[in-house]
């Protein structure tokens, strides 16, 4: 789990976005901080549901007060969230917050782990919850992590006692937390387990309570706190310039595309835990009663007199002093039985014994990615920057059979570069996160290999081993192979070094709607991912459907290089759906991968391939109007789809726009959560109602209640009240409220077959108040609770009609949902109604 542009084990980095995937670099009091921690002796593991549930200030309170070992265990990799900053859903938005998460821990100094629970989406209660995780496998991973951890504490970030009270995953990953908590230690349990780890117990659990939980700060301060332990949280780090609370803001910041980009902020905060299960502690340490000293390890003790006299007589002019002693105390370690506490503590003490003497250890690949089978260069840098003997022996690459035996001194700021050509053995795995690998269900990723549950990212295949001696005493350094180039814009930058397949395809648009039997051109982009591919592509289909020509030949010449190849594809007469999936033959072999990269500047760079498709629909669609303005908001690919089904969709910048400018529009569609991150946007509404006003359709979708109320009062031109109300059961039954309204007639007569297939949910954020002149024209409700009839609402406005819904149609249009599409024509459609012009409102 070390990694070399992502040290999440144990360094604060004070740079964070743009700097995220470079190499750290210790000062003399940030080494100071370290050795502070490789000198205590206990480990924290907190609990929640998903990334940027955890409390980040709890987190670098403990990793850089209490220095312990810090480990957040996220169930889940949030792929059921929004994206504020891209276009990633579902898997590729869990890669994108696995990585947020990581960076997060760069900056708090905590460690990341994972389960194979799969963020489905919003769950009310923690039955659902359980039912659609396997519960077994998902305890089974945590029992796992409590294994491997061996936490002496342990943090529930929610309350196990209060179902219904907050998002169903998160009392789940409070009761799970609470039952691993008394398995952990008993051999029955997850036997098969035991192969790879032991039993453990942790000594408490705790529940990181808050005010919230009891309505109010002044109902909390009343509260009985006598089996809580407090903690000022808000400490100030002399050595790192920074408050705990300034690196929690810091590392909350991280979760980009959830929008939790903050402020920092400074001074007092407390945290309170309470005892869930466990001996009481006397004072307020959650440690106490656990020894927290080299003296825990057998062997030990001996280790810990040589460290804490280094820690003692810190040298802050000249660390690389104390290597001797830093030497001596790794070559003890070596010898201890304790194979836990040896590893944490010999990766603890590697890191600082580089730092100490400046050692800069880089393996580069000339190349950001190879392929199986080819050759590779890579370059190597070592350089000592103190002046302690230090000599490299070696540097082996692990995953290749290469390696070079400099045997060469390392003297004081010398640089020493080499370089190793090497083959890229062809069994060699591509670079794709590991849980993607295979298909999973809808609650569940899976993962075969025990030792991959939990890890972060999947492990690299090539590493770079360094064979160093210090005044004879060997050490070995791992360094993951990076790729590090420049941009005049934007200074020196690393990304992670992929192994890639030859060939890999694409097909833009991952859903085709074909709304008649028409031809539709379809363009497959071909990738290479080495110089000089030839072979052919041929594009399986489903049955009914045809394409032709029946293959392409192809040669491309550039590694990295993209053709366009182009297929008709032609569909049957009557509705139907599948996939068409792309099939290169290159020799005797078949590539069927497509690549998918996820840039952003505080994560490194991601490889993902996943199977290479489209999904085709044809669909009875009938359509009136012909131009849409497009307000995009937080972003959604709705106009994609509407161009699918034959609109031409206008992208209109806000700002822009002036009275008169919408009057050649069929329709206004204001994209998800647009007024949420848009200020501009309130100022326009008046232009927009006087579009809606001249005859105009304006479409609203989603904005969040919270933010916005106290933003901006006229979302519409009546009275709505935002709400939380959201029906997240997609197979809800739905009511038509309002049968002869325009919306469920003109032009798609809409029935409960239109609400079948849907994904994820039915909606969210409905409005729950709305004045008279609206017209509800749907019901739906989660089981147990009241039916919900805000989800699409509609209201004359002078001449024109305007709509607001918190149907999911961001999530059902771009996954092809038929009844979706025709839901949408007819919101665009309403003002094109001639029939029923004026009594088309009223249901
Ligand atoms: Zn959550």
Redesign the pocket.
């Known amino acids: 789990m070390k990694h070399f542009w992502i040290f999440f084990s144990a360094t604060i980095v004070l740079f964070t976005s743009g700097f995220a995937q470079k190499p750290e670099k210790l000062t003399s009091a940030e080494l100071f901080h370290e050795v502070q921690k490789l000198n205590f002796l206990g480990t924290a593991l907190y609990v ?3 990334p ?2 955890e409390n980040t200030s709890l987190i670098s309170y403990l990793s850089n007060h209490k220095k312990a070992k810090t480990v957040y265990l996220s169930l889940t990799r949030g792929d059921g969230g929004q994206n504020l900053i891209g276009s990633e859903l579902r898997e590729l938005l869990g890669v994108l917050r696995t990585q947020e998460l990581l960076a997060a821990r760069n900056v708090d100094g905590g460690e990341q782990l994972f389960t194979r629970a799969n963020d489905f989406g919003f769950s009310k209660l923690p039955k659902e919850t359980l039912e659609i995780w396997d519960n077994d496998k998902v305890l089974a991973d945590v029992v796992w992590a409590i294994r491997n951890i061996k936490p002496d504490v342990i943090i529930n970030r929610f309350d196990h006692r209060t179902p219904g009270t907050t ?1 169903g ?2 009392t789940a990953s409070a009761m799970l937390s609470m039952e691993a908590f008394d398995l952990a230690n008993n051999p029955q349990a997850y036997p098969e387990q035991l192969n790879h780890s032991d039993t453990w117990q942790p000594k408490r659990i705790f529940y990181n309570t808050s005010w919230w939980q009891y309505g109010s700060r002044e109902k909390f301060a009343k509260a009985d706190k006598s089996n809580m332990i407090k903690m000022d949280v808000g400490v100030y780090y002399p050595e790192l310039g920074l408050s705990n609370n300034e690196i929690s803001a810091m590392s909350r910041s991280q979760h980009l595309c959830q929008g939790f980009g903050t402020l920092t902020v400074r001074g007092s905060s407390e945290e309170y835990l309470e005892l869930l299960k466990g001996p009481a502690a006397t004072g307020n340490d959650l440690f106490e009663g656990v020894n927290t000293t080299w003296s825990r390890v057998k062997g030990g003790e001996a280790i810990g007199r040589i460290l804490e006299k280094v820690e003692e007589n810190f040298d802050f002019q000249n660390p690389a002093k104390h290597i001797p002693e830093l030497i001596r105390a790794y070559q003890m370690l070596q010898n201890i039985e304790d194979e836990h506490w040896k590893s944490i503590k010999s990766k603890e003490l590697k890191h600082i014994i580089l730092a100490a003497t400046g050692l800069y250890l880089e393996a580069s690949s000339e190349n950001a990615s190879a392929t199986p089978g080819s050759q590779a260069t890579i370059n190597l840098e070592a350089i000592n920057r103190s002046s302690a003997n230090i000599t490299l022996k070696e540097i082996q690459l692990v995953g290749a059979n290469a390696k070079i035996a400099p045997n060469k001194v390392l003297t004081n700021n010398q640089k020493e570069n080499f370089s190793i050509d090497f083959s890229v053995p062809s069994s060699m795995m591509y670079t794709s996160p590991y849980w993607l690998n295979e298909q999973g269900s809808l609650g569940m990723y899976v993962v075969n290999n025990q030792q991959f549950i939990g890890k972060p990212e999947t492990p690299k295949a090539f590493k770079a081993r360094f064979s160093l001696l210090f005044d004879g005493s060997e050490i070995i350094f791992e360094k993951d192979i990076v790729h590090r180039y420049s941009r005049p814009d934007k200074g020196e930058l690393y990304e992670p070094f992929a192994i890639l397949p030859e060939v890999t395809s694409k097909i833009d648009e991952k859903v085709l709607i074909f709304a008649n039997s028409d031809t539709k051109e379809v363009q497959v982009k071909v990738r290479a991912g080495k110089n000089n591919v030839s072979g052919t592509i041929s594009l399986d289909h489903p049955t009914g459907w045809s394409v032709s020509p029946k293959s392409i030949p192809f040669t491309i010449e550039q590694r990295g290089e993209e053709i366009p190849l182009t297929f008709k594809v032609t569909p049957p007469n009557s509705e139907s759906e599948g996939n068409i999936e792309p099939k290169i033959t290159v020799g005797d072999q078949v590539f069927d991968k497509e690549l998918v990269e996820i840039a952003y500047d505080h994560i490194p760079k991601q490889s993902v391939l996943l199977p290479s498709a489209a999904k085709v629909v044809r669909m009875d669609i009938k359509k009136a109007g012909e131009h849409i303005a497009y307000i995009m908001g937080a972003g959604d690919k709705v106009p994609e789809s509407l161009e699918q089904i034959g609109y031409q969709v206008h992208i209109v910048d806000p700002n822009e726009i002036q009275n008169g400018d919408l009057d050649k529009y069929d329709a206004v569609v204001v994209g998800i959560r647009a007024y949420n991150v848009i200020g501009a946007l309130k100022f326009k509404q008046p232009v927009l109602f006087d579009y809606v006003e001249r005859g105009g359709t304006m479409i609203v979708q989603y904005n969040t209640a919270g933010r916005w109320s106290n933003q901006f009062e006229n979302i519409a031109p009546y009275d709505i009240t935002l709400s939380r109300d959201r029906v997240t059961d997609e197979n809800a039954e739905v009511k038509i409220l309002a049968p002869k309204n325009s919306l469920v007639n003109f032009p798609n007569a809409i029935t409960s077959k239109d609400f079948e297939g849907w994904v994820q949910e039915r909606g969210l954020y409905f409005p729950s108040k709305w004045s008279a002149e609206f017209t509800p024209i749907l019901s739906m409700k989660d089981e147990g609770e009241t039916e919900k009839q805000g989800s699409l609402i509609v209201a004359p406005y002078g001449e024109g009609h305007y709509i607001y819904t918190g149907l999911s149609f961001f999530r059902e249009l771009p996954v092809g949902v038929s009844g979706a599409y025709k839901l949408f024509a007819n919101m665009l459609s309403i003002g094109k109604n001639e029939v029923k012009k004026d009594s088309n409102v009223k249901g």
Do not use: E, I
Request: proline share 0%.
């Open positions: 929640a549901a998903h940027d549930d998002h995953h998160h």
